[in-house]
């Protein structure tokens, strides 16, 4: 079987935080804003009943969680970098193949191989460096633009864009087009 393509892609503290920030799922940020604002109106309900003090809590807590909220990729891509830091003591490094019919992820790192059907993959994103594969498993397979070891960078997107045929938008109609 012949490789279209091949991309080495090492799991720096910056990539990972690329996949974090892509991969962040839009429940729980629409439940965080529901929060903050039950806890501002809640707040607001609070002193115009006469206990201007109720204020606070709910405004403090708005921000909080508001600000957890922002953070949390950041947090999850800063472990899972200390993770890699850790088992490896170095950064994670990845080699992706891509197949007429499939592709196969090789972690150097620790020497797993997965071989992955094109259609898993649920959502292609990209970003000025990296396009990612976010695969039914919610597991993210990121493809570093500037290190393509076999074809273009051009010819790999237009590629992608055919093979990712279960990808949605929102309006839940297929789309194979990148976001």
Do not use: H
Not at 82 to 88: Q, V
Not at 126 to 148: A, H, Q
Request: charged share 20%; net charge positive.
């Amino acid at each position: 079987m012949e490789i279209l393509f091949e991309n080495c892609c090492t799991l720096t503290k910056d990539a990972l935080l690329s996949m974090n920030r892509k991969s962040r799922n839009p429940v729980f940020v629409a439940a965080v804003i529901v929060l903050c604002a039950a806890y501002l109106v809640n707040g607001v309900r609070a002193a115009i009943a006469g206990y201007p003090a109720a204020l606070i809590l709910p405004l403090a807590s708005a921000v909080v969680l508001g600000a957890f909220a922002y953070f949390l990729p950041n947090l999850q891509a800063a472990l899972e970098y200390r993770k890699n830091l850790m088992a490896y003591g170095r950064d994670a490094k990845c080699i992706t193949k891509f197949y007429g019919d499939k592709f196969v992820v090789e972690n150097l790192s620790n020497g797993q191989t997965s071989p992955i059907s094109y259609g898993r993959i649920r959502r292609v994103a990209e970003d000025e460096r990296y396009v990612f594969l976010l695969l039914d498993t919610r597991i993210i397979s990121p493809v570093d633009k500037t290190d393509f070891i076999k074809g273009s960078t051009e010819d790999f997107l237009s590629f992608i864009n055919a093979k990712a045929v279960n990808t949605t938008r929102r309006g839940g109609k297929p789309d194979n087009a990148l976001e």
